[in-house]
T-cell receptor, first 108, second 112 residues
Framework: RKEVEQDPGPFNVPEGATVAFNCTYS??????FFWYRQDCRKEPKLLMSVYSSGNEDGRFTAQLNRASQYISLLIRDSKLSDSATYLC?????????FGGGTRLMVKP | DVKVTQSSRYLVKRTGEKVFLECVQDMDHENMFWYRQDPGLGLRLIYFSYDVKMKEKGDIPEGYSVSREKKERFSLILESASTNQTSMYLC???????????FGPGTRLTVT
């Protein structure tokens, strides 16, 4: 079983749609959680951290459920520029473990 | 702005060659990492370093070695390149008090 699992997609959605991605992790000792974004042929960049109480950054909302070891990312009012791969990232100790990513394609 | 640079964007090498991939960061970060990224497998950690001359194996260190002689520079070495080492190689760095990793632009290595 992979340590961090994501649906690879692709998720094809029209502009303006709301889309949600999920991620599960296996290490119950994980302490910190993140979503990274990776554009095609580019390096990953931090999108947002994920806190137990849930957090929002503009159109993006992240949720964490420690009991179920589950993380989610919700994108509202999708834009063409949101098209990318979204990586779920979990840390335990000094290391980050990356999920395989979920590809999002927003269509006009 | 944090800047992580890698010596080459694209590299083509022959089987059996020794390959050096260089990574430099300008933020005085203690921690540096080498990953490879393959379709369907995601990012996998090869080696990391938490200080000068210190190194730790990641998940897939076989066939690779690293060198960190200066804080800003972390090198990945393929002692004898093989075709299964064809991949995208990403370097990253992070400071001591944050989990945010900053990535370089990547080196796409092809071994023929």
């Amino acid at each position: 079983r992979k340590e961090v699992e994501q649906d690879p997609g692709p998720f094809n959605v029209p502009e303006g749609a709301t889309v949600a991605f999920n991620c599960t992790y296996s290490n119950s000792a994980s302490q910190s959680f993140f979503w990274y974004r990776q554009d095609c042929r580019k390096e990953p960049k931090l999108l947002m951290s994920v806190y137990s109480s849930g957090n929002e950054d503009g159109r993006f909302t992240a949720q964490l459920n420690r009991a179920s070891q589950y993380i989610s990312l919700l994108i509202r009012d999708s834009k063409l520029s949101d098209s990318a791969t979204y990586l779920c990232v979990v840390n335990a100790g000094n290391m980050l473990t990356f999920g395989g990513g979920t590809r999002l394609m927003v269509k006009p | 702005d944090v800047k992580v640079t890698q010596s080459s964007r694209y590299l083509v090498k022959r089987t059996g060659e020794k390959v050096f991939l260089e990574c430099v960061q300008d933020m005085d970060h203690e921690n540096m990492f080498w990953y490879r990224q393959d379709p369907g497998l995601g990012l996998r950690l090869i080696y990391f370093s938490y200080d000068v001359k210190m190194k730790e194996k990641g998940d897939i260190p076989e066939g690779y070695s690293v060198s960190r002689e200066k804080k800003e520079r972390f090198s990945l070495i393929l002692e004898s390149a093989s075709t299964n080492q064809t991949s995208m190689y990403l370097c990253a760095s992070r400071g001591g008090y944050s989990y945010e990793q900053y990535f370089g632009p990547g080196t796409r290595l092809t071994v023929t």
